[in-house]
Nanobody, 118 residues
Framework: QVQLVESGGGLVQTGGSLRLSCAAS????????MGWYRQAPGKQRDLVAT???????IYADSAKGRFTISRDNAKNTVYLRMNSLKPGDTAVYYC????????????WGQGTQVTVSS
């Protein structure tokens, strides 16, 4: 059973930066894709970014140019560096992992709150 533990959320002013971390433990396939989604109050959970085991990335349009996803395979950890944060980035950020052949088979973390003040 895979477990994901996020850290790094918090309160930041507009224009500030944060780095989120997500450590995976348990029975995880080394080829799993890892990534981040976010959910603002009253809205659906949306993709932020994903990264495959060999480093290929996908970003939501809202994240391009400001956010960077990376991973350390030896540590089964994924990071999300967020720069130039805006109030619209305020949300609960969820770490996710899944085997590439079965992207619907997602395991979620508990979420970490990111709040950007204006």
């Amino acid at each position: 059973q895979v477990q994901l533990v996020e850290s790094g959320g918090g309160l930041v002013q507009t224009g500030g930066s944060l780095r989120l971390s997500c450590a995976a433990s348990g029975s995880i396939f080394s080829f799993n894709t890892m990534g981040w989604y976010r959910q603002a109050p009253g809205k659906q959970r949306d993709l932020v970014a994903t990264i495959t085991n060999d480093g290929r990335t996908i970003y939501a349009d809202s994240a391009k140019g400001r956010f960077t996803i990376s991973r350390d395979n030896a540590k089964n950890t994924v990071y999300l560096r967020m720069n130039s944060l805006k109030p619209g980035d305020t949300a609960v950020y969820y770490c996710v992992t899944y085997p590439p052949p079965t992207p619907w088979d997602k395991t979620w973390g508990q979420g970490t709150q990111v709040t950007v003040s204006s």
